[in-house]
């Protein structure tokens, strides 16, 4: 099982309101289709799953708005692909085995692009950043 491509097909970053107060972010992520799709490779086509996402950035109060929609390919051996689209077509679930590494892949390329997203329309970013606090002065005895 490998990822063997990532592409995003839409980005929208909206800043409604001044940001004023606190902030709560939600961020989610949803797959809403699953489909086979032929990839060349050289002279040969490798049958190949697409699994199309879309990422959310919401900023309540409702101050703006992120959001990424792309596909993951996934390449697996043919048995594979077939059950996994199976699956798909019946309950609309993927294997356990799978999901794990579609989303943590999703996760890690939108997260970035929404970060930088977030910097370009001046709203917080939308995953915590670490932050250095200053050092204590050690106590006197």
């Known amino acids: ?14 800043k409604k309101d001044m940001i004023k107060g606190k902030i709560n972010i939600n961020n989610n992520v949803h797959i809403n289709k699953v489909e086979e799709k032929d990839l060349a490779l050289g002279n040969q086509k490798q ?9 959310t950035a ?35 679930k993927l294997p356990k085995e799978v999901m794990p590494n579609i989303l943590n892949t999703v996760l890690n390329k939108c997260n970035i692009q929404a970060l930088i997203l977030s910097e370009q329309i001046n709203l917080p970013p ?16």
């Open 1 to 14: 099982m490998t990822i063997v491509g990532f592409n995003f097909t839409k980005i929208e970053g909206e």
């Open 47 to 55: 049958k190949v799953l697409s699994f199309n996402f879309e990422f």
């Open 58 to 92: 919401k900023y309540d109060p409702n101050v703006g708005s992120i959001k990424l929609t792309g596909n993951v390919l996934y390449m697996e051996d043919s048995k594979k692909v077939k059950d996994i689209l199976d699956g798909w077509k019946k309950d609309k």
């Open 126 to 141: 939308p995953i915590p950043l670490p932050k250095l606090q200053p050092a204590q002065a050690p106590e006197k005895k």
